[in-house]
């Protein structure tokens, strides 16, 4: 390195002000600090901030109904009428088919009359304990045929229950004669005309009847896909 002296005058006097000048190596230390500038890593500031998000995937999907209804018959016999539109819309207890119902009509009356022979049978039988009561009581008959009396008196009333039940049931079996939507829907093709014979045993397929609002859809995504997102 070389250093120059350099003299100033000035009215106040003299002063001497060293000045050094740098003559060697100014390169290589000019060329790092510019180095070093340029290598110096923009900053900037990101604000973060929660939001949602829509994910969009497309996956394959199938649609199927909330309900489905097979309608079969619940007692047997000839169908003489199909009172529906293959294809519409039916709703909840509308007539879809009907039965001959002559055969329920007679098994219906034929329970009704065994009812009233069963009560004509416990009228007298509750006489007859009535009267063999009264006999005890006073000592002109014995304890057996009173029990006799009393317990022809309590199977009289058991085979009116019994009667009572049968008319029931025929009731009921004329009224499944009338074939009803059990669900709200779009019914299916016919599949029995009329004139066919149906089975409550077989449980003759009749229709289907397809609940179409509100409906179902099915989708198929790997487990693992959520998670790759």
Same mark, same amino acid.
């Given at each position: 390195?070389?250093?120059r002296?350099?003299?100033?005058?000035?009215?106040?006097?003299?002063?001497? *002000?060293?000045?050094?000048?740098?003559?060697?190596?100014?390169?290589?230390?000019?060329?790092?600090?510019?180095?070093?500038?340029?290598?110096?890593?923009?900053?900037?500031?990101?604000? *973060?901030?929660?939001?949602?998000? /829509?994910?969009?995937?497309?996956l394959?999907?199938?649609?199927?109904p909330? #309900?489905?209804? +097979?309608?079969?018959?619940?007692?047997?016999?000839?169908?003489?009428?199909?009172?529906?539109? $293959?294809?519409?819309?039916?709703?909840?207890? +509308?007539?879809?088919?009907?039965?001959?119902?002559?055969?329920?009509?007679?098994?219906?009356?034929?329970?009704?009359?065994?009812?009233?022979?069963? +009560?004509?049978?416990?009228?007298?039988?509750?006489?007859?304990?009535?009267?063999?009561?009264?006999?005890?009581?006073?000592?002109?008959?014995?304890?057996?045929?009173? @029990?006799?009396?009393?317990?022809?008196?309590?199977?009289? +009333? !058991?085979?009116v229950?019994?009667?009572?039940? !049968? *008319?029931?049931?025929?009731?009921?079996?004329?009224?499944?004669?009338?074939? #009803?939507a059990?669900?709200?829907? #779009?019914?299916?093709? !016919?599949?029995?005309?009329?004139?066919?014979?149906? @089975? $409550?045993?077989?449980?003759?397929?009749?229709?289907?009847?397809?609940?179409?609002?509100?409906?179902?859809?099915?989708? /198929?995504?790997?487990?693992?896909?959520?998670?790759?997102?």
């Open positions: 390195m070389l250093y002296l350099r003299t100033i005058r000035t009215r106040r006097g003299r002063a001497l *002000v060293f000045a050094a000048v740098l003559l060697a190596g100014t390169g290589p230390a000019t060329t790092a600090f510019a180095g070093d500038a340029a290598a110096a890593p923009e900053v900037g500031i990101v604000t *973060v901030e929660p939001r949602p998000v /829509t994910l969009i995937k497309e394959p999907g199938r649609v199927r909330m #309900r489905i209804a +097979e309608v079969r018959p619940r007692v047997s016999g000839i169908i003489v009428e199909r009172a529906f539109q $293959q294809g519409s819309v039916v709703k909840k207890g +509308e007539v879809l088919y009907r039965i001959d119902p002559l055969p329920l009509e007679v098994e219906l009356e034929s329970a009704k009359a065994a009812l009233a022979r069963a +009560e004509a049978s416990l009228f007298q039988a509750s006489r007859q304990e009535d009267r063999l009561r009264t006999l005890l009581s006073g000592q002109t008959t014995t304890q057996a045929q009173y @029990d006799r009396a009393l317990s022809a008196e309590r199977q009289a +009333e !058991a085979e229950a019994s009667q009572k039940a !049968a *008319v029931k049931r025929a009731q009921i079996n004329l009224g499944y004669a009338t074939i #009803r059990p669900i709200t829907g #779009r019914i299916g093709r !016919a599949l029995v005309t009329e004139g066919a014979l149906v @089975d $409550q045993n077989e449980a003759t397929h009749l229709a289907t009847i397809q609940q179409l609002d509100p409906i179902d859809a099915d989708f /198929t995504q790997s487990v693992r896909e959520p998670i790759a997102w």
